[in-house]
C-alpha cells in the first residue's frame, strides 16, 4: 500500500515540483538534489506510517524548506552558462511537450540573436548568469543605470519578438 501511494505521488507531482524548485534554485545540480531529499522523505515517511492527509501540500511545503536550508548554508553557486533545457518543458512529458521544448529553445536563441551586442550582453549576465549591476557595473566599466537601461529594451524586445509564439503555446494544439 505504501508503495503504491509514494509511485502515485512521484507520477502525478515530479515534473511540477521539479519546476516549483527550479524557479526558486539557478543551479540545477542543487535544484534535482533538493527534489532527490523531497520523495526520499516522503518515502521515509509514509513507510514509518506516519499520516500525510494532503501528499502534494506536504511535497511542496518539504521542498519550500529544503530550499531556505539551501539558502540558509550560503548561496547558491550560480552556473555559469544558461541552462535554459531545466527551463523548457521537460522531454518526460511526452512528444508535444519534446516538440515544445525544441520550437521554444530554437525561437528563445533566435530572439537573443537578433538583440544588439551591448543588450545580450547585459541580459544574459543579469538573467541568465545570475549576475548583479553592481557586478558587471565594475567589470565593464559602465553605470548601473545604462545597464539597468539596456536590459530593458532587450526585455521589451525579447517579449515582442516571443509574443507569437507565446500565444501559439497558450491556445495549446489545435484539434
Not at 46 to 54: F, G, K, T
Not at 102 to 127: M, T
Amino acid at each position: 500500500m505504501a508503495d503504491s501511494r509514494i509511485e502515485e505521488a512521484s507520477k502525478q507531482e515530479r515534473s511540477r515540483l521539479r519546476n516549483f524548485i527550479r524557479k526558486r534554485v539557478a543551479n540545477a545540480a542543487d535544484a534535482e538534489d533538493i527534489l532527490q531529499e523531497v520523495f526520499y522523505e516522503l518515502v521515509e515517511t509514509v513507510r514509518l506510517m506516519h499520516p500525510i492527509d494532503h501528499i502534494g501540500a506536504w511535497l511542496y511545503r518539504v521542498a519550500r524548506n529544503r530550499i531556505i536550508d539551501l539558502y540558509r548554508k550560503g548561496k547558491p553557486e550560480q552556473s555559469e552558462e544558461a541552462e535554459w533545457e531545466d527551463l523548457l518543458p521537460s522531454p518526460e512529458d511526452g512528444p508535444a511537450a519534446l516538440y515544445a521544448r525544441g520550437v521554444l529553445a530554437e525561437e528563445i536563441a533566435d530572439a537573443l540573436d537578433d538583440l544588439s551586442d551591448a543588450q545580450r550582453e547585459v541580459f544574459v549576465a543579469h538573467e541568465i548568469e545570475g549576475r548583479s549591476f553592481k557586478e558587471i557595473s565594475a567589470e565593464t566599466g559602465l553605470s548601473v543605470n545604462t545597464l539597468i537601461s539596456r536590459k530593458h529594451y532587450a526585455v521589451l524586445a525579447l517579449r515582442e519578438r516571443l509574443h507569437d509564439i507565446y500565444e501559439e503555446f497558450k491556445k495549446g494544439p489545435q484539434k
